[in-house]
């Protein structure tokens, strides 16, 4: 009977570790979805752009199109960072030259070159992927305003254009 009751007993705390165990995981969901909604509360009020899907589905950085993109890098008014997060073997021609470059690979060890967590950063990479991983990475590093640009340079409207300079301020 007293094996019985010290076998119910080690059962009943193996369950207990399980329970808490699972609440932590719950802490910790609950604690970046609070974050998350601080983040995109953020973004509106200093007048940033926010995707529907960011409110709607959760998403923690926004996707924008190559287009859109482009003309937030033509504008001499916007204040962001180009983030590149090209693999070192990627064609450095075809790069943007006022991109920052900083391999995935190399991301987790390199972030706090970044400027600021609240700087608007785009992150762009060969197909888009690679942003993606980054946009993601960056976003659980405490960035909050993250802009990753889908399709990547494959997509990029001013691949032609890519190295001219920048379009100055409008006098």
């Known amino acids: ?19 808490e165990k699972n609440i ?3 802490d910790e969901k ?7 909604q601080r983040n995109h509360l953020l973004r509106i009020k200093n007048g940033g752009f926010i995707d529907d899907n960011m409110i709607l589905m959760g998403t923690p950085y926004n996707d924008i199109n190559p287009k859109r993109a482009y003309q937030i890098w ?24 006022e991109a920052v470059h900083i391999p995935l690979e190399q991301l987790s060890r ?7 967590k609240t700087t608007p950063i785009l992150i762009i990479s060969e197909r888009g992927l690679r942003s993606i ?19 990547g340079y494959e997509f990029w409207v ?10 100055g301020p409008v006098t």
Not at 1 to 19: C, G, V, W
Not at 30 to 36: G, K, M
Not at 83 to 95: A, C, E, G, K
Not at 133 to 151: D, P, T, W
């Open 158 to 167: 001013g691949k032609n254009r890519r190295n001219q300079p920048k379009a």
């Open 1 to 19: 009977m007293n094996l019985n009751i010290l076998q119910t007993l080690e059962y009943i705390n193996s369950r207990l570790s399980n329970i």
């Open 133 to 151: 991983q980054a946009s993601e990475m960056l976003v659980r590093k405490g960035f909050y305003n993250i802009n990753n640009i889908s399709g």
């Open 24 to 26: 932590a995981k719950l």
């Open 110 to 116: 390199r972030y706090c070159e970044l400027q600021s």
């Open 30 to 36: 609950v604690e970046f979805s609070i974050a998350l």
């Open 74 to 97: 033509n504008n001499p008014d916007s204040d962001f960072f180009l983030l590149d997060v090209t693999s070192d073997t990627f064609n450095s021609d075809l790069r943007i030259d």
